[in-house]
């Protein structure tokens, strides 16, 4: 099983051995697959070993290292030029932690199943379909946990990929039962899950989401870095 430091390097495609002789800029396979199906990351800019070290798809390599040797210390000016010629992306600021020890969990959450699709809100049977033709490798490996009481599903949470030996565990509460500590929980079923399983718990979250944040410290998640992502 990888280590937290291995798994964020892999994911990265960081060689440690080339940023110690000054390189800073990496391609990853990685950055081209999305997470939780939606999210592409072509760019991470991490501040892993205490200044920007950047993590781009191999589109966009080239043009990476040549704005990184002039804006590679300034994440802003480097966001500003890079988005000159590719302005349907964003930067966003986000923190990244990861769960490090063996700890398991008391949680109010429970394994989501198929049967459970009912309770979502699908109103077609076209809709339910659509759904598991999204979720059926999760809810087969039983990586998505949900609070449900009376027929309504409170919030779920999931580990969306397992990649390098890390997984990336996503969270929400639905509208009308946030406050309640929902997220919190079905965020434990997910850390147990991985324990169970030898993957790492992951987490990522943006640092303008000021309820997420407060979650992965209350459970005892270890921050590794602030990441600066641009984002299709």
């Not at 991490?46 to 290292?65: A, L, N, P, R």
């Amino acid at each position: 099983m990888n280590t937290a430091k291995e798994h964020y390097l892999e994911f990265l495609g960081i060689d440690e051995n080339k940023v110690m002789d000054g390189e800073v800029v990496f391609s990853s396979e990685f950055r081209d697959l999305p997470l939780n199906q939606n999210y592409f990351y072509p760019i991470i800019a991490t501040e892993y070993f205490g200044g920007y070290i950047y993590s781009t798809s191999d589109k966009h390599y080239s043009m990476v290292k040549e704005l990184v040797s002039v804006h590679g210390d300034n994440i802003e000016n480097f966001y500003e030029a890079f988005n000159v010629n590719n302005n349907e992306y964003r930067l966003r600021k986000m923190y990244r932690y990861s769960y490090d020890d063996k700890t398991l969990h008391d949680t109010r959450s429970r394994t989501m199943t198929f049967e459970d699709i009912k309770y979502i809100g699908v109103k077609t049977d076209e809709e339910h379909e659509q759904y598991i033709k999204r979720k059926k490798e999760v809810l087969e490996a039983g990586r998505q946990f949900i609070i449900e009481e009376k027929g309504k599903i409170k919030a779920i949470g999931l580990i969306s990929e397992i990649r390098c030996g890390g997984g990336n565990i996503v969270a929400a509460t639905m509208k009308g039962y946030r406050g309640n500590g929902y997220a919190k929980e079905v965020v434990k079923g997910c850390i147990n899950w991985c324990i169970e399983h030898d993957v790492i718990p992951v987490y990522l979250v943006e640092d303008t989401n000021e309820i997420s944040k407060k979650i992965p410290l209350s459970l005892g998640f270890n921050f590794i870095t602030t990441e600066w992502i641009i984002s299709e």
